[in-house]
């Protein structure tokens, strides 16, 4: 396979692009059949839709199994990994720009945090308080919870 040929991790945005994906960096088997590949990929999307996810998640699943050595018999054991991988820091860092980006970055830094008074502030935090609150969080938690791990 030519260097032109692979596929980028921000280059997923379907479901054939997932599997695509994950037999290139991880080996996963692609289902021969056209019925097995059809409900595969209908699952796919059903998977992503109740769960929320994004093509990112799905990749960020991908790359933590690559790095952890995990050789999967189906596309299915990638859903397994989806949360180790975003608590693992595999997901990219969300665009705090907006109200919506900060509220994404103040929900993983509630749930990575194992300190209950920062927990309660970050969780409190309203307006512009919001934003000075997290970047202090930021500043002062995130490098001791990184380090713990």
Not at 23 to 33: M, Y
Not at 36 to 47: K, M, N, S, T
Not at 122 to 147: C, F, T
Request: charged letters at 30%.
């Amino acid at each position: 396979m030519t260097l032109e040929g692979l596929l980028r991790a921000s280059q997923v945005d379907s479901s054939i692009m997932a599997l695509r994906y994950a037999a290139q960096e991880i080996g996963c088997p692609i289902p021969i059949g056209h019925k097995a590949r059809g409900a595969l990929l209908r699952r796919i999307l059903d998977e992503m839709e109740v769960q929320r996810w994004e093509w990112t998640h799905l990749t960020a699943a991908i790359d933590y199994m690559k790095s952890r050595g995990i050789r999967p018999r189906s596309f299915a054991y990638v859903f397994y990994h989806v949360e180790p991988a975003v608590h693992e820091g595999f997901m990219p860092r969300p665009a705090i720009s907006s109200h919506e980006g900060l509220n994404d970055a103040v929900a993983r830094a509630v749930y990575i945090e194992t300190d209950e008074g920062w927990a309660r502030r970050l969780s409190a935090a309203r307006g512009n308080a919001k934003l000075k609150v997290y970047r202090l969080w930021e500043k002062e938690r995130l490098p001791l919870l990184e380090g713990d791990e």
